[in-house]
């Protein structure tokens, strides 16, 4: 499967998503980060450090909590991209929003930022992130089920994708906000209007 920069933008614009974030959640944002290697469309994703933080050794996209000196959602995706993984802004061109996503258990509410990457051989983990993982996009639709319902406590979807990424010997396991927020990516994709 692969995409274009241009069918990703049209997908992103004809999908419903939240469009404000709640007011009582800690405000934040992500970077949904994608290219095209061969014939495939890939997603980057990151395994955060083993650390003590809450989110210690969980797949995510690389983003953060919105700081003061950040102007927008855009710039604090784009802020934490760089300082996570050395991501530099000209090398990506935002190709849209994907609307809000709340964490189940820590109280950030996430704006999605989808981008293109033109550089993506080039990064490099800081010590937050112990592995940058390129998925191609078909490997994560084999557990991609577009009738998931909402199956948790708080209403939020409880998604899972288990996938072994290139050049490793371990399945990893995509859950929780990233699980989301990929779901809800690919019923854009599908063109399924849906909402979180």
Known sequence: MQLTPEEISTALATCRWRRQRHSRCVEAAVLLPLFNRGEHTHLLVIEKARDESRHAGQMAFPGGKRESSDGSALQTALREAREEINLQQEAVQVLGEAGYFRTMTSRFDAAVIVGWLLQPASLQAN????????????????????????CTRSGLLNAHYHVQPRDTARTICVWGLTARILHHFFMALYRIPDGD
Do not use: C, G, K, Y
């Open 127 to 150: 010590q937050e992130v112990r592995n940058i993982f390129h998925i191609p996009l078909e490997a994560l639709l084999m557990d991609f089920n577009p009738s998931l319902n909402t």
